[in-house]
T-cell receptor, first 109, second 116 residues
Framework: GQNIDQPTEMTATEGAIVQINCTYQTSGFNGLFWYQQHAGEAPTFLSY??LDGLEEKGRFSSFLSRSKGYSYLLLKELQMKDSASYLC??????????WGAGTKLIIKP | IAGITQAPTSQILAAGRRMTLRCTQD?????MYWYRQDLGLGLRLIHY???????GKGEVPDGYSVSRANTDDFPLTLASAVPSQTSVYFC???????????????FGPGTRLTVL
């Protein structure tokens, strides 16, 4: 079966750095996405990785290792507005997105 | 720019009733999707459409049907609602369909459906 694993919940302090991990086992691989979802709202796109390595976009970076079936989302200089769930999704061999359950990130002052 | 709209925002429905959730996008995207999101589970694909006139089944299609008569609209119908269909339903769209390239999915605001 296909599986995406993420921690259920993480807590971090405002101004700090947090790394959210995602491991996956899927039928094929055609890219990995990270989305942010605030409570009661729709998911919004954050990043996309299809090749190994680090993609940086402002305070957010995403890393991919295809050989290890592993990705992480790195959030720097955390702000209270970063409190949200972060969803990892992998596009499989049929080009369908397989979604993890999401990691709820709690930011404390 | 509206993006994707969904209606209704929320609904309480008696079991056995028929219900259609509406989804409209104004981005001229080829592909559209319906997901359900339940607590503790990832988004699960119900049905999708890579282009107007075509539809496909996702991971959890039973009890749901869709149609894609034109590019903009992608309604989801529950023929006879059951309590297990209580969920938050998200409609999404993407440019190319079939997932080539980045093909980011953009989501509507969701419909919260409760079936009693």
């Amino acid at each position: 079966g296909q599986n995406i694993d993420q921690p259920t919940e993480m807590t971090a302090t405002e101004g700090a750095i947090v790394q959210i991990n995602c491991t996956y086992q899927t039928s094929g691989f055609n890219g990995l996405f990270w989305y942010q979802q605030h409570a009661g709202e729709a998911p919004t796109f954050l990043s996309y990785n299809v090749l190994d390595g680090l993609e940086e976009k402002g305070r957010f970076s995403s890393f991919l290792s295809r050989s290890k079936g592993y990705s992480y989302l790195l959030l720097k200089e955390l702000q209270m507005k970063d409190s949200a769930s972060y969803l990892c999704a992998v596009r499989d061999q049929d080009y369908q997105l397989i979604w993890g359950a999401g990691t709820k990130l709690i930011i404390k002052p | 720019i509206a993006g994707i709209t969904q209606a209704p925002t929320s609904q309480i429905l008696a079991a056995g009733r028929r219900m259609t959730l509406r989804c409209t996008q104004d981005m001229r995207h080829n592909a559209m999707y319906w997901y359900r999101q339940d607590l503790g589970l990832g988004l699960r694909l119900i049905h999708y459409s890579n282009t107007a006139g075509t539809t496909g089944k996702g991971e959890v299609p039973d009890g749901y049907s869709v149609s894609r008569a034109n590019t903009d609209d992608f309604p989801l119908t529950l023929a006879s609602a059951v309590p297990s269909q209580t969920s938050v339903y998200f409609c999404a769209s993407s440019d190319s369909g079939g997932g080539r390239g980045l093909d980011t999915q953009y989501f509507g605001p969701g419909t919260r459906l409760t079936v009693l």
